[in-house]
C-alpha cells in the first residue's frame, strides 16, 4: 500500500524525468487536477491548460468553467475553455463521449502550440475504477489496460498516487478546488446493477 506521506513532488519529477515541456493539462478544476496544477506551477514547469465544459450541471458547470479561469489567471497560467457539443446530453454513453472530447481538444490544443506532451491528473483509484469499469462491460484485456502511467504523448504523474495521499497534499497546501461528479463511478455502479438485476 503506497504511503500516504509519499512527497507527490518527488512522484511527479520521477513520473517526468526525461520528458520535455512545455505541457498540455487537462483540467477539471476538480481536486486531482488541482494538485497537479498546483504542484507544476510549484515546480515552476511551463504549462498551458485546457478545459471542457460539458454543460451536464448546468449552473455548475458554468461556475467549474469560471473557477479554472480564476486558477489560471491566479498561477499565470495560458488557458483555453472548449465548449462541448450539445448532442452529449442525450448521448448513449456519455462517460466514453465526453473521453473522446476531452482528450481530442487536449491533442488539438497541443498542435495549436506546437506542445508535444499532454498531463492528466489520473490517479490510483481511477486505475481501479477503470478496471471495475471495464470488467463489469465484459470488456477484453485491451480495454482492461486502456489508462497506465504513459500512452504515447499522454502522461499520468499522479498514476501511482492514492485519493488519500492527493486528499493529504490538498488540505496540507490548503487548495481550493470544484467538486466534480465522477462520470465513471456511476457508470460502474449502474452496470453492476444492471447485472444484478438480470442475474438475480
Not at 489560471?72 to 463521449?97: A, V
Not at 502511467?149 to 501511482?160: C, K, M, V
Amino acid at each position: 500500500m503506497p504511503s500516504e506521506n509519499l512527497n507527490l513532488h518527488d512522484t511527479v519529477n520521477s513520473s517526468l524525468c526525461g520528458v520535455s515541456g512545455p505541457f498540455i493539462l487537462m483540467f477539471s478544476g476538480g481536486q486531482d487536477s488541482v494538485v497537479l496544477g498546483h504542484i507544476l506551477f510549484t515546480q515552476k514547469r511551463i504549462f498551458h491548460v485546457i478545459h471542457v465544459n460539458y454543460g451536464l450541471r448546468g449552473k455548475e458547470s458554468i461556475e467549474d468553467e469560471k473557477f479554472v479561469i480564476d486558477w489560471c489567471e491566479k498561477h499565470f497560467t495560458p488557458h483555453k475553455i472548449i465548449r462541448s457539443p450539445n448532442d452529449i446530453k442525450t448521448s448513449s454513453n456519455i462517460q466514453s463521449y465526453a473521453r473522446s472530447i476531452r482528450y481530442k481538444a487536449a491533442q488539438d490544443y497541443s498542435e495549436e502550440l506546437n506542445v508535444k506532451n499532454i498531463l492528466t491528473a489520473h490517479h490510483l483509484n481511477d486505475s481501479a475504477e477503470t478496471f471495475l469499469f471495464h470488467a463489469a462491460r465484459g470488456t477484453g484485456i485491451d480495454g482492461l489496460i486502456s489508462l497506465s502511467s504513459n500512452q504515447g504523448s499522454i502522461y499520468r504523474p499522479l498514476w501511482s498516487v492514492s485519493k488519500n495521499q492527493i486528499q493529504l497534499y490538498a488540505k496540507q497546501n490548503k487548495l481550493a478546488w470544484r467538486r466534480i461528479r465522477q462520470i465513471i463511478l456511476i457508470s460502474i455502479l449502474e452496470i453492476i446493477s444492471d447485472i444484478i438485476h438480470y442475474h438475480f
